[in-house]
């Protein structure tokens, strides 16, 4: 099941000035940044830590690049802030079918593409008292915990 926070995805208009904002004020630097269309965002995601599976957790910044994307509709209404959050699993179809057994409605029919190649679904907010939730699986996350390290690096 879901062993993580992966990140919290946060709204802005300008996501350059976003971003500096964050290495300004905490030390965040990005890490990956890119454009998705299909879900209509420009994002950065700035890594905060790494985690036992050898994953990370990040904060993702994202920029609308429509404005017919849920983003944009999102700051339309509420303006800047939290717009989701996503927890880390290592089975995304899996839990999504079963938090759908369970009576919540999954956005999406099958899992999409999402920051570096991860494969994302989110949770309808109307359905978990507000809150826009994703579940995400890294590609090369492992349930097991972080691979060992790779012996050549010593
Ligand atoms: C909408 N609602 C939210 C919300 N967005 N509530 C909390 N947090 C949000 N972010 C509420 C809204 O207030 C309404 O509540 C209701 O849901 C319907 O809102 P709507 O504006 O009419 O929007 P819909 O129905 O057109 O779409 C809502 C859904 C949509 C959730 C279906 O936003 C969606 O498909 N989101 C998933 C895709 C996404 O957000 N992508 C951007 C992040 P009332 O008024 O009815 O009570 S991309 C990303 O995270 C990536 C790439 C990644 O992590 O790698
Ligand atoms: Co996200």
Known sequence: MLTRID??????????????FYRATYGFEVFHSEVNEDQGVREAMLRIN???????????????????SPVA???ARHGEGVHHIAFGTPDVDGDAAAIRDRGVRVVYDTPRRGSMGSRITF????????????????PGASAAGAPPADPSDH
């Not at 990140?7 to 000035?17: N, S, Y």
């Not at 949770?123 to 890294?138: A, I, K, S, Y």
């Open 7 to 20: 990140h919290i995805g946060i709204a802005c208009f300008d996501l350059d000035a976003t971003v500096e």
């Open 50 to 68: 790494g985690t036992d599976d050898g994953a990370a957790s990040y904060v993702q910044l994202l920029q609308p690049t429509s404005d017919d």
């Open 73 to 75: 509709k999102w700051l």
């Open 123 to 138: 949770l309808h907010p109307r359905d978990c008292h507000g809150v826009l939730t994703e579940l995400v699986t890294t």
